[in-house]
């Protein structure tokens, strides 16, 4: 199972700001380890977000986002006690879904 | 005679002009690099990744583990089992228990071994980056995160505390090694820097704060976090010592040497680092 | 024991076409693939050739966040805001990488023109950001020098 995520989602003035860190090492496959092998490349392709069951948010990465990925965006509406769900899914088709309480 | 020594200084007095906006420019490059580095630097701060190993850490405190299958919740680091909140802040400090002056890693090590009875060996002897150590410095980063905004209090009263403080200082400025480097040859004056990274002047109470109190820190450029155990091993590195015992007295000792010095400062922990 | 079929449906359509089939997928996600030949793009022409993206004008209402100074191009955070009514994607694109571009941003209704997210860049380059709005293509362009990190901190 993938290592967690960290989300935080505070609502303001209408809108929910959404931030998070999520656990990955985004590696590039340009790498070489210590023994001179390319490190296979090995990233998150996929992100998608709900509030509330409600599909807000979705991108697609390639390995030129950095390890350990923050990501903030900001959705339309959203009150305090509402949950945002995000997803992100890997090239090796591993994937990780965390929520957290609007607050 | 008069008018060619007026146009003479005029000229003069031109050439420093220019000189002077040169300089200037220089100057002004150099502030605005500054301003640019620091805006950098702030726009990490907020999604430090160190959050992860704080998450990973937290868990790893409270899970049963070892032949006692216990947590590490009644832990002791010097405020009372089990009471992490405002603990970094107070290490290192002299332990009646142990009869030892001990910092953070060291006392983890402590109550892995008395309350979930691991024989601590193999983690003491793992390198840094495998997953012994990797749990140290989750452990580390989590109880770092509840000193976050504490005021350091490392008064170093004790008599032992005393002392480590100034072994600590001893070892700060003993030079070895090949290059017959010490701590205070990078640490030792104020203003130095390594291409971009300004050293701070460790024996003062502001540089002594900004090294004690931003480790453990995620490092950007190795996607890596560090606890202090970690940096002041890379330290000997670099200066080509041999490398020191994980949480050994001399390492607690120059941890104490920086603690006490930054005395009154505000722990930043965890911190990130390019 | 895996079916046979299913392990062909997996290998042709990608495990999104293997959840669909499924019906893995909750009702209204009709997720796009990753966009491959986008990803694998040597060039940001190539790149926006991929997303159907031609040679975008630049323009001010697209505006890229980001400090003049990366200490170290492992992390370099990157902020895109778009002022573009009907912007529906935000595209980002580091020049000099080896994989050149970095992401593609949905904007759907409920969500504002507004990311933020870190890049890795290899060396001093030019980051770009291109927005889709009503179908047309809008981009603004900023370099990002990488400074090489000492051996303290």
Known sequence: MANPMRIRAAAKDGITEVRILMNHEMETGQRRDSAGAIVPAWFIQEVTARLNDKDVMSAQWGPSIAKNPYFAFKIKGGKAGDTVSVTWVDNRGESRTDNAKVT | ?274 | ?153
């Open chain 2, 1 to 274: 005679m008069a008018a060619r020594t007026g146009a003479a200084v005029a000229a003069v007095v031109a050439a420093i002009a220019v000189a002077a906006l040169g300089v200037a420019g220089v100057a002004q490059e150099k502030d605005d690099a500054a301003k640019s580095i620091e805006a950098y630097r702030q726009a990490l701060k907020d999604g430090n990744p160190a959050e992860l190993f704080e998450m990973a850490g937290e868990e790893l405190w409270k899970k049963p583990a070892g032949p006692r299958n216990a947590s590490l919740e009644k832990c002791d680091l010097g405020l009372g089992p089990g009471v992490v909140e405002g603990a970094y802040a107070q290490l290192p400090r002299y332990f009646a228990d142990t009869d030892r002056v001990q910092d953070l890693e060291s006392r983890l090590l402590t109550c892995m071994e008395t309350l979930q009875g691991i024989d601590t060996r193999a983690h003491v002897e793992a390198r840094f980056g495998t997953p012994r150590k990797d749990e140290l410095v989750a452990l580390a980063t989590y109880v770092s995160g509840l000193s976050k905004d504490q005021p350091v209090k490392v008064a170093a009263s004790h008599p032992r505390e005393r002392a480590m403080f100034e072994l600590g200082r001893r070892m700060f400025y003993f030079q070895a090694g090949p290059h017959d480097f010490s701590c205070a040859t990078c640490h030792g004056e104020e203003g130095r820097r390594i291409r971009m990274q300004d050293l701070p002047y460790i024996p003062g109470k502001e540089g002594a704060a900004a090294g004690w109190t931003s480790w453990p820190a995620y490092r950007v450029s190795a996607g890596q976090m560090w606890s202090m155990q970690w940096r002041i091993n890379d330290c000997f590195r670099q200066q080509r010592f041999p490398e020191p015992v994980y949480a050994s007295d001399m390492t607690i000792a120059l941890s104490m040497f920086m603690a006490a010095t930054a005395n009154g400062s505000t722990m930043a922990t965890p911190g990130i680092k390019r």
């Open chain 3, 1 to 153: 024991m895996i079916d046979i079929e299913r392990r062909r449906v997996l290998r042709a359509g990608g495990i999104f076409a293997a959840f669909a089939a499924a019906g893995l997928l909750p009702a209204g996600r009709a997720r796009a693939a990753w966009n491959k030949a986008a990803f694998e793009g040597k060039t940001v022409q190539e790149a926006l050739a991929s997303i159907g993206a031609g040679a975008p004008a630049t323009s001010d209402d697209v505006q890229i966040i980001a400090s003049d100074i990366a200490e170290n191009g492992a992390v370099v955070p990157v902020q895109v805001v778009s002022r573009v009514p009907g912007t529906t994607q935000i595209v980002l694109f580091v020049e000099k990488n080896p994989n050149v571009l970095a992401g593609i941003f949905d904007i759907g209704p409920d969500v504002a023109a507004d990311v933020t997210t870190r890049i890795k860049m290899m060396q001093t380059s030019n980051v770009a950001a291109v927005v889709k709005a009503d179908g047309k293509f809008l981009a603004s362009v900023k370099e990002i020098k990488v400074t090489l990190g000492g051996c303290g901190g």
